[in-house]
C-alpha cells in the first residue's frame, strides 16, 4: 500500500541582522554616492572658477602692458589728455604728482602739500593753494571715441581746466580668491568650520565678496596706488558664537595698506593689525 507523502516549503524569510545588513550597506553606498558627488561637483567648480580668473587675468594684463614703465617707476594713477591742449598727469601717492602740458611747463607737488577726498565716487586730490586740483571719477571714459575702462579725470592747474582720461595702475595679482591663513601672526584655525573665512577681489568689476567666519559679506573697492579702499560693505546676520575673522565694519570706507610677501597677500590696518591671506588658484 502505498502512502503519499506531501512536502510543504514555507518561504524563507530574512533573518533580522540580513535585513539590518542590507540597510547598513545601503546608507553606506548612498553615502559614499554623496561624496562622490560633492567632491566631483566641488572640483569641478574650483576647475571652473580657476580657468575664469585666468581668463579675467588676461583682460587685466591688456591694459597693464600699457604701463609696465610706470609701474615700475611707482606711479599709482596715470591720466592724459588733449582738451584743452595736450596734458599729462602722473601720482605717485607715496613720493610726488607731477602735472605736464604742452605750453604751460610742468608743475611738481609732493603727498605733504596735498589733501585728498571722495564723494559719490569722485576722488578729488587738492593742493594746500589750490593751484592743482585733481578729480577722478569713477565712470567709462571715452578715449578716441572708444569706451575704455578707465577713470574721467578732470585737472585744474592755475584756473584752466584740463580734462582726459585715467587709470589707477593694480597689482594683478590682487585679482583672486584669497583664503585667510593667519591674524597677525596667529594661524587661523578653520577645524570646526563649514568653509574656510575668504575674500575675492574683482578687478574688472572692482567688486568684493567673501566670507568673515560666521556672515557672507559683499560691496565695493578701489585700488589708489598700494592701498586698497574699501567702500561700504554689506552682510548677512547671522548669528554665530565666535566673532568674524575678517572685520568688514572696520574695513569700510577705510584705505587699507596691502603687499605680497612670498605670494601671499597681507593688509595692514591702521591699528597696526594684519591680515594674511594665501591664493587659491
Same mark, same amino acid.
Given at each position: 500500500?502505498?502512502?503519499?507523502?506531501?512536502?510543504?516549503?514555507?518561504?524563507?524569510?530574512?533573518?533580522?541582522?540580513?535585513?539590518?545588513?542590507?540597510?547598513?550597506?545601503?546608507?553606506?553606498?548612498?553615502?559614499?554616492?554623496?561624496?562622490?558627488?560633492?567632491?566631483?561637483?566641488?572640483?569641478?567648480?574650483?576647475?571652473i572658477t580657476k580657468r575664469?580668473?585666468?581668463?579675467?587675468?588676461?583682460?587685466?594684463?591688456?591694459?597693464?602692458?600699457?604701463?609696465?614703465?610706470?609701474?615700475?617707476?611707482?606711479?599709482?594713477?596715470?591720466?592724459?589728455?588733449?582738451?584743452?591742449?595736450?596734458?599729462?598727469?602722473?601720482?605717485?601717492?607715496?613720493?610726488?604728482?607731477?602735472?605736464?602740458? !604742452?605750453?604751460? /611747463?610742468? +608743475? #611738481?607737488?609732493?603727498?605733504?602739500?596735498?589733501?585728498?577726498? =571722495?564723494?559719490?565716487? @569722485?576722488?578729488?586730490?587738492?593742493?594746500?593753494?589750490?593751484?592743482?586740483?585733481?578729480?577722478?571719477?569713477?565712470?567709462?571714459?571715452?578715449?578716441?571715441?572708444?569706451?575704455?575702462?578707465?577713470?574721467?579725470?578732470?585737472?585744474?592747474?592755475?584756473?584752466?581746466?584740463? !580734462?582726459?582720461? /585715467?587709470? +589707477? #595702475?593694480?597689482?594683478?595679482?590682487?585679482?583672486?580668491?584669497? =583664503?585667510?591663513?593667519? @591674524?597677525?601672526?596667529?594661524?587661523?584655525?578653520?577645524?570646526?568650520?563649514r568653509e574656510s573665512p575668504?575674500?575675492?577681489?574683482?578687478?574688472?568689476?572692482?567688486?568684493?565678496?567673501?566670507?568673515?567666519?560666521?556672515?557672507?559679506?559683499?560691496?565695493?573697492?578701489?585700488?589708489?596706488?598700494?592701498?586698497?579702499?574699501?567702500?561700504?560693505?554689506?552682510?548677512?546676520?547671522?548669528?554665530?558664537?565666535?566673532?568674524?575673522?575678517?572685520?568688514?565694519?572696520?574695513?569700510?570706507?577705510?584705505?587699507?595698506?596691502?603687499?605680497?610677501?612670498?605670494?601671499?597677500?597681507?593688509?595692514?590696518?591702521?591699528?597696526?593689525?594684519?591680515?594674511?591671506?594665501?591664493?587659491?588658484?
Open positions: 500500500m502505498s502512502q503519499e507523502i506531501t512536502l510543504s516549503f514555507a518561504q524563507a524569510s530574512p533573518s533580522p541582522n540580513f535585513a539590518h545588513m542590507n540597510r547598513s550597506t545601503y546608507s553606506l553606498l548612498l553615502s559614499c554616492f554623496i561624496g562622490v558627488l560633492f567632491l566631483f561637483l566641488n572640483t569641478s567648480c574650483r576647475f575664469r580668473i585666468a581668463k579675467e587675468k588676461e583682460k587685466l594684463s591688456v591694459t597693464d602692458t600699457l604701463h609696465v614703465a610706470e609701474k615700475k617707476s611707482g606711479t599709482d594713477f596715470s591720466a592724459s589728455g588733449d582738451v584743452p591742449e595736450s596734458w599729462t598727469l602722473q601720482m605717485d601717492l607715496d613720493k610726488n604728482i607731477i602735472f605736464k602740458t !604742452s605750453t604751460s /611747463g610742468n +608743475f #611738481l607737488y609732493y603727498p605733504s602739500d596735498i589733501t585728498s577726498s =571722495i564723494d559719490n565716487q @569722485i576722488k578729488t586730490y587738492s593742493s594746500k593753494d589750490y593751484k592743482l586740483i585733481i578729480n577722478i571719477e569713477e565712470k567709462p571714459c571715452q578715449s578716441d571715441g572708444i569706451s575704455i575702462s578707465t577713470t574721467q579725470t578732470t585737472v585744474t592747474c592755475n584756473q584752466i581746466s584740463y !580734462s582726459g582720461c /585715467g587709470i +589707477f #595702475l593694480k597689482n594683478n595679482a590682487l585679482h583672486n580668491k584669497w =583664503i585667510l591663513e593667519k @591674524i597677525d601672526d596667529a594661524l587661523v584655525n578653520t577645524t570646526s568650520m575668504f575674500m575675492q577681489l574683482d578687478l574688472l568689476k572692482l567688486k568684493v565678496n567673501g566670507q568673515d567666519g560666521c556672515n557672507r559679506f559683499f560691496g565695493t573697492f578701489n585700488v589708489e596706488g598700494n592701498r586698497i579702499r574699501f567702500n561700504a560693505l554689506g552682510a548677512t546676520k547671522m548669528a554665530c558664537e565666535k566673532p568674524a575673522m575678517i572685520n568688514t565694519l572696520f574695513m569700510t570706507n577705510q584705505l587699507v595698506d596691502y603687499y605680497f610677501k612670498e605670494g601671499k597677500l597681507v593688509l595692514y590696518f591702521i591699528n597696526d593689525s594684519k591680515l594674511t591671506f594665501k591664493p587659491e588658484f
